[in-house]
């Protein structure tokens, strides 16, 4: 997950939780979160910080989000400072040297981030967790990420939140470092990637299909200049999976593995709108992005008519 190095890391019917806010060692916590509004199933694995795990077409049991690790899902990821060889103190001798690394679901070892708080309404979801540093075993992060999850249609709208309050001397502070806003996983029998990569956006002008690069290269690929601010993946119908983020014109993206797999395969696809950003030690730092699935060109448009809104 770290930007600058080679990466695998790879709401709303739940009985007796509605509308409510409880704490995770509540008996009566579920192990996930389901929504269907008809159009689209989502589910949040409350075992996994609540993070994204499970999106379907309503009525289908095909997800289109790869869970095959903890670096996978849809979910909130963040760097900080410098990197540093901690393998003394435990960390994963395959993930060093590494910078201060919050992960929503879990880390390296499998350890799991621990929901504080959830709350559940008829439109949206609430999730607060204290996430875990990637790189190292067993070691939560001084922080909590927090997602307001809403399903609305053929789409879910998602504002995620970091606070820190860091008190380690080791990391340092005030460095300029890339973010992945989010880290988002689709499943590898998406294969074909698609953007608009010009200086005519929102225009309507044709999109552009992209090479798609395997991670057995030395890294994903990086795009500049995303000037819509979204990308695809789709199959060979052209339905699949976009990503928007209008504060990003900067994107990785690419496959690890082989195309045709599905939710719990080793193989994956791989889209991140990257920013850089500062997160001091203590910070809150705030974001929106949406996620839709459909044909392209719809998803396309429904982009226009959220950024439309927006002005």
Known sequence: MKIIHFILLTLLITQGCKGQTLPAEDKNVPSELVADNGILTLKLDLTRGGAISYLSLSGSTRSVVNIADEGRYIQQSYYAGKSLNRQAEGQSPRWSPWSWNPIQVGDAFRNRAKILSFEQTKTSLYVKCIPMQWDMNNKPAEAEMEQWTTLNGNMLEVRNRLTCHRTDKIYGDSI????????????????????????????????????????????????????????????????????????????????????????????????????????????????????????????????????????
């Open 176 to 311: 300029l470092c890339d973010q992945e806003l989010p880290a988002v996983y689709p499943v590898s029998a998406l294969k074909n990637l698609y953007t608009y990569q010009g200086s005519l956006p929102f225009t309507g002008v044709p999109v552009q299909q992209l090479q798609v690069v395997n991670l057995s290269s030395g890294f994903w690929g990086i795009y500049k200049n995303v000037s819509e601010n979204w990308m695809a993946f789709t199959d060979d119908s052209s339905w699949g999976m976009a990503v928007y983020n209008p504060i990003c014109v900067d994107f990785l993206a690419g496959l690890s593995g082989v195309v045709g797999k599905e939710a719990s395969d080793g193989s994956t696809s791989y889209i991140a709108p990257v920013k850089k950003e500062i997160l001091y030690k203590n910070s809150v730092y705030e974001y929106k992005y949406y996620v839709l699935i459909g044909k392209l060109e719809e998803m396309r448009g429904e982009i226009y008519q959220i950024r439309k809104a927006s002005y």
